[in-house]
Structures are given as C-alpha cells and as structure tokens.
C-alpha cells in the first residue's frame, strides 16, 4: 500500500525553521516507528507571492486536494501591509480552508504543568486547564457575500462584509463538537450573540436541534460571546468543548490559547468531510502566527507545530497511540527545563534553540 | 435656570435595586453639593414589555430624546427568553442607543487596588490598570441591513446579518478616542481584522486618515482584534485607549472588564452629538448585566451604577471635581474593606448588602 501522503507548507516568518523541526521528527517516526509519509513541500502566503504573485498558486492548491494532510508554518508579515487586499498573504490560507471545505478547526487549550507559571493568569485558575474549541471555519463574515469597500453618498466610503450561516453549515460544525465532547468530557457550550444578531438565533436553535435529535445524551448549554470570553478570562476550567462560529471563534479562541501563558505550545487542526479513503480533509497549524520580529534568528520554539503533526497522526491516520507518545514527550522535555526564549521564565532552565528544542525532543523520543 | 434634567431607567433583574442606591447618592449631590437634577424614571427592557408589550415605549423614547443624560439599570432575564427577536428587552436598549445616534461608547477597565487580589490574573499584570476602551455603537453588524432568518435553497434556514460601516461613522469615533488620548497617556490603539475583512480595511485606513490630518500628536497603532484578545490577557497595562468596531468593543470590553476582576465596579459611558445646550447626548449604565439570579436579594453591587453616576457629572455635566470625589470616596470604602457578596474574597471584608454599600458610600461622601 502506498504510503499516505503530506504536503507540507512552511510559509512565511519562523514557518520555515519551525517546519524543519517538525519535518526531523516526522522522518523520525518513519525510521523507528515504521510511519512512512510521501512528503512533498510548497510555498504559500508571502512566500508564495513573491514568487508566482499570488498567495496561493492553482497547482498548490489542486495539490492540497489530493494529499491526505496538510502542514501549514505560518502566513503574513509587515512587508505584505502594503499589497492589495486580494494578494494578502492571508487569503492563500483562506482559500485552502474554503475550497478544502475544512469547517471544523479544532483548536485545543491546555494549559502544560511545566508551564503553568508562565500564565498572567493564577496558578490555580488555568493549572491542568484543557479545553476544546471548535471553531467554524469555512463560513460566517469570512466569506459572505457581498463584501467590499464602495463609495457612499455622501462623497465617503462604506465597507461591507457579510455574516451568513445556513443550516446545514452550523449543524456539520456541532456535530463535530458533539463528537469530540463525547470523547472528552461530555460538555458543549456553544457561543453566539443570539441577543443581537439573527444569525446567532439561527446558531443556537441549530445547535440546539442536533443536541435533541442527534446527541441528547451530552450536555449542551449556550452562552452570550461577550458572557464567553468574560468567563474563559474567570475561570476558564468550567469549560470542556467550545463550538462557536468562524469571527468569535478566531477571538475566542486566541484568547483562550493566551490563557495558557504559552502560546508557541498550541496546534490546530482544520478538518473537513471524509474524502475516498475515509480519512477527512485536513489541515493543521500552529495557533502562533508567523513572528516576523523573531524570524530566521533560530529563537522560535517548534513544538507547536510539532504537537500540529501529532493532532494529524490522531485526526488524519488514526494513530492516536503515536500522537500520545510525541505530547508525552513533548511533556517530559518541557519537565526537564528545556527551553526556548519564548518559554524562559523567572525559574530559568535550560536554552535552546530552535533546533536545540528538535533535538531535545528527538533524543527523548 | 433650569435643573439638569435627568431620565433614570431601572429596566430588569439587579437594575431597580442597584439604582435606589444611585437615586440615593443623587439625593446627596442635590442636599450637600447644591447639584439638583430634575430626576423622572420610566421603564426599558422586560420591565417595559410586561407592561405596554414593546421594550421601549415610544413616549419613553421621546423623554430620552429631550434630558441632558439617561442613567440605566440593566435589561434580560431568562424569563424573555422566549419572546420574539424584535421585542426582547435587548431591543429597548439598542433603540435607545441608535435613536439618540451614541456612537461613542466609553468603557474603562480600571482595577481598583483594594480588589487587585481579585481578579483572575497574576497582581503585577493587572495592579494599576487603567484602560479606556471607545466601542463605536450605533452601527456595524448591530444595525446593519439585511438581515433575518430566511429559507435556503435546501429546504434548511439561513441567518443574515450586515456589517456595514461609513468613512463618517468611522472619522467620528476615532476622534473621540483621540480626544480621551490627549487627556490620558497620548495612545491609540485601534482593532480590527483588516487581514480578513474589507470593512476592517476602511476602518484602519480611515481610523490612520483622522490620525494623521487632525491627530498627528497622539500615537496610533492598530492590531488585528483577535491579537488584541490575546494582548489584553498577556499585558493588558500596554494600552491606554483602545477604539474599535461594535461587535469587537463588545467582546473586547468584556475581556477587558473581567481582567480588573470586579465587574460590578465598572460604568460606562454612551455619548453623541452635542445638543443644542452644548451638552452631548449621553447614556450611562453600569457594564454588568441584569444577574437574574440574584434580583431582589439585596446582594447586587451598585457600585458600577453610582460609577456611572459619576461619569455622568465628569461627560455631560461639566463636573470633573464632583466626579471625582465621588470615585476617591468609592475607594476609601473599598479601602475600609466593605464589600458586597460578589466583592468578598479570601481576605474577608465588612459584608454589605446593596442599601448597606450606599449607606457606607453616603457616610465616607
Ligand atoms: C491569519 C488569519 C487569516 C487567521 C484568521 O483570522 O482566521 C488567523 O488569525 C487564525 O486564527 O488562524
Ligand atoms: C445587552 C446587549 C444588547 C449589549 C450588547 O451586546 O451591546 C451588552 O452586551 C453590552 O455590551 O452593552
């Protein structure tokens, strides 16, 4: 059988050198685990404006459609502020999402033990944190129509972006959630602005629809955004799965990873419906954005693009067994003091690079 | 010449009891500070729709239109739950702020240092905060058209709403914001989600466009909103004034509030244009909601309600002095260590119950 397949996608800012830590230990798990990927490797975002003139070449894009995963560094940087909105680096990984139909971005945080001094939140609010939020990714005010900058009548402007939602996109996304709840602690909150916006009415009675004919047996409770993000900054323990729409869920979601106090520790996975051979479409990425100011000094920390392979070899091949072994070892790296600039604390430990970090997690692999 | 005159809106839950004790502090201003103010009361939200079945009567509407400032309690409650989108107490609340055009919104994120110990976040991340977020609030996707429930093409619902802003919408919050910089610390931050939203696109430009021909003085960046999330967890002390769109301001707001860690000290302010007496429209209300669960007990905390009080005679009544004595007095008896249920920490405290904080606030005043 061939072996499954991985496009891997570095991008611009630490993208690159974080993905060359992530591509070690994926050959890693090929040499002493017997996991064989077909990699193969492509530009997108700046990156890839700079060379074809727009963030995401058709060839790349038809390629992330055949693959069984994708692996994506980080995409954006101030020397792209000044290109039209339509070539931002930004829209190369929107329109992955979009014509992926990756709805379900699937962004976990968890606060780690060795780190949980690092928080600006107390000890005791986000020790042993470990929450879900799934986040709608295909739809919403990302994508609606009509959208654009155009004159108004009184000689100035108006910008318009479009919020919509249909049925079947919010129940697909919270059945997604429902699904992860029941592997988990058995909990849904879903988020919208039901109070204010039509479609957030839409939203809840949806989610509400797939709790009573589809999942009566997890406990589902609804929640004001503006309510949500007060009580993820509270206490954010009270929560277990997260399900909020593509906008809230971008803004929910950060702030909750910021919870953790370690932001260069968090992956994502963006998953989409089964395709021939029953995996589900995939993307996955590190939480972190492309860090321009750090970038090409070897300063990044990898592991949250590291952990970002992990969530594929659960989501994407089913190997849930191997992607525990590499979070316990991430675990017990960050319990023995290493440490990349970004993770330094008052306490100290040991620092690293880049690929010190890499070659930390290899040698305990 | 005339008294002020000033329209008090008790609305739901916690509001009555918590604006007995502001009606109380007024009565102080009148009797010992020669401040009189012509003081009539109406209803707003669910207390509205029990009685005349709209959440804000027209003629409610038309006094709010005529007074130098409206002071209001909360609207909501689960018992509304149920009732149609366009009469849900949160109704009431939005006419009144489209209706009288209050497009400038004025939330500070202040931590008190009595109540510093708190708040959910480490003391030295938030000790001293003092933040004032301008949320534009009369536009956006509140108010943008179309919007409503509709049938899809297949056979399923679609929620539509509209974000739509205006250059004019946009120079005229953005001014107010630099205002307040120029008597604060000198610092703008404006939020938005340009990298993926054309009206954030106008916002930022339009927002640097007001910077630059009529603010060159004040310093000005701009983040992307859900960066702003996640600075505002990690170092909220980075910002002095934060201005962004409705929906932003509303979940930034709260995040921001909830950082100080005592939600039921913080006011805010809604203002317009000025009138024709050079006053400008305002409302006040506290930033708390209507805490069904705990309406007619005596242990709401009216202190966001007096606060907004305060702001009242700083913003529409040209008394900063009396502004501030009424806050400084806040704080000695937070200082004396009297506290409302939802104030009480492991420290201890005097309790109190809500008459039992205004009491304590009439004897330090
Ligand atoms: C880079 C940007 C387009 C993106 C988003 O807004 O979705 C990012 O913030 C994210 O959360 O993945
Ligand atoms: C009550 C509700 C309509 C309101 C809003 O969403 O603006 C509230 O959350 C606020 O922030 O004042």
Request: hydrophobic share 35%.
């Given at each position: 059988m061939a072996n499954p397949s991985l496009l891997i996608l570095p991008g611009d800012g630490i993208g690159p050198e974080v993905m060359t830590e992530v591509r070690r230990v994926i050959d890693w798990f090929g040499a002493k685990r017997g996991l064989n990927f077909d990699v193969s490797e492509d530009l997108v975002g700046g990156a890839a404006y700079d060379k074809y003139g727009t963030p995401l070449h058709d060839d790349t894009m038809a390629k992330a459609q055949e693959v069984d995963a994708v692996l994506l560094g980080a995409v954006g940087g101030p020397k792209y502020d000044v290109l039209d909105f339509s070539v931002k680096p930004e829209r190369g990984l929107l329109r992955l999402r979009k014509e992926m139909d990756l709805y379900a971005n699937l962004r976990p945080a968890q606060c780690f033990d060795a780190l949980a001094d690092f928080s600006s939140l107390k000890k005791d609010v986000v020790a042993g944190l470990d929450i879900m939020i799934v986040r709608e990714l295909t739809s919403g005010?990302?994508?609606?129509?009509?959208?654009?900058i155009y004159p108004d009548n009184e000689g100035g402007r108006v910008g318009v972006n479009t919020q919509r939602y249909t049925t079947d996109e919010i129940r697909r996304v919270a059945r997604s959630a429902f699904?992860?709840?029941?592997?988990?602690?058995?909990?849904?909150?879903?988020?919208?602005?039901?109070?204010?916006?039509?479609?957030?009415?839409?939203?809840?009675?949806?989610?509400?629809w797939v709790h009573?004919?589809?999942y009566p047996e997890v406990e589902l409770s609804h929640m004001y955004a503006d309510n949500g993000a007060m009580q993820?900054?509270?206490?954010?323990?009270?929560?277990?799965?997260?399900?909020?729409d593509n906008l809230f869920g971008d803004i929910l979601s950060d702030c909750a990873a910021m919870l953790t106090g370690s932001l260069g520790m968090l992956?994502?996975?963006?998953?989409g419906a089964p395709m021939a051979n029953g995996r589900p479409k995939a993307l996955y990425e590190p939480v972190?954005?492309?860090?321009?100011?750090?970038?090409?000094?070897?300063?990044?920390?990898?592991?949250?693009?590291?952990l970002s392979f992990a969530m594929a070899l659960r989501y994407s091949f089913d190997r849930g067994d191997e992607a525990a072994r590499l979070e316990a070892t991430v675990e017990k790296v960050l319990a023995d003091g290493v440490r990349t600039a970004d993770l330094m604390g008052p306490e100290g430990g040991v620092p690293v690079s880049t690929s010190g970090m890499g070659d930390a997690i290899l040698a305990a692999l």
């Open positions: 005010i990302y994508f609606g129509e009509p959208r654009g699904e992860l709840a029941k592997r988990r602690n058995n909990k849904v909150c879903s988020m919208e602005k039901a109070n204010v916006m039509e479609s957030g009415v839409l939203w809840r009675e949806e989610v509400q009573d004919n589809e993820l900054v509270r206490n954010p323990k009270q929560f277990d799965v997260i399900v909020t992956p994502s996975a963006s998953l972190h954005g492309s860090a321009p100011d750090i970038a090409g000094q070897g300063k990044a920390n990898p592991i949250a693009c590291i």
